[in-house]
């Protein structure tokens, strides 16, 4: 009776070591153990069979039975380590990366002149203690224009120059906002009124209007820059916007002029030139000559806009201006048209794009623009 059993435990121990030798694959491995050695396994059944043997019995099946399984939990991790490493082998030799190739040239991807543009100015302005905040593109008519002293006649409320979205319930439409000027009204009512000297912003971003030939765009970018405190003046706006100009261009004496404007947020308020010549051909030369070209759009907020978001105008002045990132990016590469900015075709991304490690950044310098 004994000798059977222990027979039957010889027989089944080589059954299962020749079902491990045979093993194709990590997963048949692991199911011969879990038949084996598992809750239910054919080895553990033996083993929770042994009380029903006498002592003798007991001790020389018990041994035999414990130097089965450890045998067999040997071969078993024996085996599950050879394919663990055959799988290894495998992924070496196909998954095989070779970082000495050069990458195919038109695999190169290029960063967009505007993403350029828009990391340059916020250099700039970073270096001149600005912070960069943004604001939501979808807007309510009070943000967009109420806020900003629009009144409720301007043509910049007009269908055919907004992107409305449907009305609500309660009959408010919003809007795609048309600049980024709603984001200097967010960004004063966050001011904490009792713990406030001065604060220095830019919002760069996306807007939207109703316009499109080679030099507009449905959507377009523009930055928007505020500058409060208690004794902001007309001065630290020319020499903030001088300083931005000449840096962005490049042009340490490029002719800067300031031409009395008109918006409804700010009073006094300036449309900014630069100098230039147009050439012949078409081209412009940025800094020479004797004709203009305009940039941008400032001026000294607006009292009642300071009202309205409850900061007293006796107390802080500032300063607040905005510029389209297209036009920007357009004169500064000598970009002809604003259409294929948003095209994907990569063959104007290849001509006008810039790599990645060329981008200017406040670490690793303005390449050249400082020097
Ligand atoms: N929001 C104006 C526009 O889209 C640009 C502008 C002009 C912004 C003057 C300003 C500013 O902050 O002071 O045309």
Redesign the pocket.
């Known amino acids: 009776m004994i000798s059977e059993l222990r027979n039957k435990i010889i027989d089944l121990s080589n059954e299962i070591t020749s079902a491990i030798s045979e093993a194709t694959n990590i997963n048949d491995v692991e199911d011969i153990r879990i038949n084996s050695l598992g809750k239910k396994g054919t080895i553990t059944l033996y083993l929770k069979n042994l009380r029903e043997y006498d002592e003798a019995s007991k001790k020389e099946i018990g041994a035999l039975i414990n130097d089965t399984k450890n045998k067999i939990n040997q071969l078993i991790i024996d085996k599950k380590s050879f394919f663990k490493t055959k799988i290894l082998n495998e992924k070496l030799i196909t998954e095989k990366i070779d970082v000495t190739l050069t990458p195919h040239e038109n695999e190169i991807g290029t960063l967009h002149p505007l993403s350029r543009t828009i990391e340059e100015i916020c250099a700039i302005f970073s270096d001149m203690d600005f912070s960069i905040v943004d604001g939501p593109d979808i807007e309510t008519d009070y943000y967009n224009f109420t806020a900003?002293n629009i009144p409720l006649e301007h043509p910049a409320r007009q269908e055919h120059d907004t992107f409305y979205l449907q009305p609500d319930i309660n009959g408010n439409r919003k809007v795609l906002r048309?600049?980024?000027?709603p984001v200097?009204i967010r960004t004063m009512e966050k001011i904490d009124l009792e713990n406030f000297d001065e604060i220095r912003y830019i919002i760069p971003g996306r807007?939207y209007r109703s316009d499109h030939d080679a030099t507009h765009s449905p959507m377009f970018h523009?930055c928007?820059?505020?500058v409060l405190g208690k004794s902001i003046n007309m001065g630290h706006l020319k020499g903030c916007l001088i300083d931005f100009c000449r840096t962005y261009f490049n042009v340490d004496d490029l002719p800067v002029r300031f031409r009395p404007?008109y918006?409804p947020?700010?009073e006094p308020?300036a449309e900014v030139d630069i100098g230039c010549k147009k050439e012949k051909d078409g081209s412009l030369s940025i800094g020479s000559g004797e004709d203009w070209l305009e940039i941008?759009?400032?001026?000294m907020?607006h009292p009642r806009v300071l009202e309205g978001v409850g900061i007293d105008p006796s107390k802080y002045q500032g300063?607040?201006?905005?510029?389209?990132l297209e036009r920007l990016t357009m004169l500064k590469y000598g970009i002809p048209d604003l259409r294929p900015f948003y095209d994907s075709d990569l063959r104007w991304l290849k001509h006008y794009g810039f790599m990645p490690v060329d981008n200017p950044s406040l670490h690793s310098g303005l390449n050249g623009v400082w020097s």
């Open positions: 900003l048309t600049h980024t000027s200097q807007t523009q928007e820059g505020l404007s918006f947020f700010t308020s941008l759009g400032s001026g907020v300063f607040a201006f905005g510029m389209g």
